[in-house]
């Protein structure tokens, strides 16, 4: 089976500096692979997690007095459904509600040891998936693409652009 990319002409690359579009291309596919890359480190480790139980997880961590409403808020998703996935994080031991200390009818989500230990692994695991890859890159790419990242994170930043609104999530 052909691969569409064979069929660019050899001045595609030149303008792939020039043109956005096709810039954009060339970093889907190398996202693709990052993703598998992700994915494959949060899988490993026991009990699995989806990537939505790991983005909870990590919210919860990051915000010490986050609620459900909070969380579901944090997660763009609804209220019913933060609820059923805080379920499956609590009976699986990674999770726990308890009341909050200032209003007893609020309920209060922490992680538990146990699951610090499990967001520790999956970034330990994650962190050495991608220094195994960037060590096959030749020093000056490694330094190029760190560069550029840089410039990425920076640009999106910026109000207008890449405005998601779930992009508080990922700071």
């Given at each position: 089976?052909?691969?569409?990319?064979?069929?660019?002409?050899?001045?595609?690359?030149?303008?792939?500096?020039?043109?956005?579009?096709?810039?954009?291309?060339?970093?889907?596919?190398?996202?693709?692979n990052l993703v598998?890359?992700?994915?494959?480190?949060?899988?490993?480790?026991?009990?699995?997690?989806?990537?939505?139980?790991?983005?909870?997880?990590?919210?919860?961590?990051?915000?010490?007095?986050?609620?459900?409403?909070?969380?579901?808020?944090?997660?763009?998703?609804?209220?019913?459904?933060?609820?059923?996935?805080?379920?499956?994080?609590?009976?699986?031991?990674?999770?726990?509600?308890?009341?909050?200390?200032?209003?007893?009818?609020?309920?209060?989500?922490?992680?538990?040891?146990?699951?610090?230990?499990?967001?520790?692994?999956?970034?330990?695991?994650?962190?050495?998936?991608?220094?195994?890859?960037?060590?096959?890159?030749?020093?000056?790419?490694?330094?190029?693409?760190?560069?550029?990242?840089?410039?990425?994170?920076?640009?999106?930043?910026?109000?207008?652009?890449?405005?998601?609104?779930?992009?508080?999530?990922?700071?």
């Amino acid at each position: 089976m052909r691969d569409e990319r064979d069929d660019r002409k050899p001045s595609d690359a030149a303008d792939a500096g020039r043109r956005p579009e096709a810039v954009a291309r060339q970093i889907a596919d190398a996202v693709e692979n990052l993703v598998t890359l992700w994915t494959a480190a949060a899988e490993a480790v026991s009990p699995r997690l989806s990537a939505y139980q790991l983005k909870a997880l990590r919210a919860v961590w990051h915000r010490s007095e986050l609620n459900l409403t909070a969380l579901a808020d944090t997660l763009g998703i609804a209220l019913p459904a933060a609820s059923r996935l805080c379920d499956r994080l609590e009976a699986a031991g990674l999770l726990e509600r308890t009341s909050h200390p200032r209003n007893r009818r609020e309920l209060q989500l922490r992680v538990t040891p146990h699951g610090r230990r499990v967001l520790l692994e999956v970034a330990e695991r994650r962190s050495r998936s991608l220094a195994t890859v960037l060590a096959a890159m030749p020093p000056a790419q490694r330094t190029s693409l760190e560069r550029g990242l840089h410039a990425f994170h920076e640009a999106r930043a910026r109000p207008g652009v890449g405005g998601d609104r779930h992009r508080r999530t990922q700071e």
